[in-house]
Nanobody
Framework: QVQLVESGGGLVQAGGSLRLSCAASGRTFSMRTMGWFRQAPGKEREFVAAASRSGGSTNYADSVKGRFTISRDDAKNTVYLQMNSLKPEDTAVYYC???????????????????WGQGTQVTVSS
């Protein structure tokens, strides 16, 4: 089992920045891809970004490319999401996820991921 705890969410004005963190514990040696997803009210959960072990490769949703940056510190079992130039449409609950498989790398499909955090709310006001 891997336990994930997100932090860093909050209320920010449009154009502002936030940095989310997700700390993993438990069977962290099994972690491969670490990713971020988000879910706005009334919408399906959507992919935001993912990073392979050691951050060697990354993947981003088109909607956040150039504004968000994912990074990970494997020594601390932590993944980060730096969010800049935030927009009201970025408002959502942001979830951290871990994929332990060796089949997929940086998958954008939620079904690929084995463990999920409880989420942190990000609200961007206009």
């Amino acid at each position: 089992q891997v336990q994930l705890v997100e932090s860093g969410g909050g209320l920010v004005q449009a154009g502002g920045s936030l940095r989310l963190s997700c700390a993993a514990s438990g069977r962290t040696f099994s972690m491969r891809t670490m990713g971020w997803f988000r879910q706005a009210p009334g919408k399906e959960r959507e992919f935001v970004a993912a990073a392979s072990r050691s951050g060697g490769s990354t993947n981003y949703a088109d909607s956040v490319k150039g504004r968000f940056t994912i990074s990970r510190d494997d020594a601390k079992n932590t993944v980060y999401l730096q969010m800049n130039s935030l927009k009201p449409e970025d408002t959502a609950v942001y979830y951290c996820a871990v994929d332990t498989s060796v089949t997929y790398v940086n998958s954008p499909r939620a079904a690929t991921y084995d463990y999920w955090g409880q989420g942190t709310q990000v609200t961007v006001s206009s």
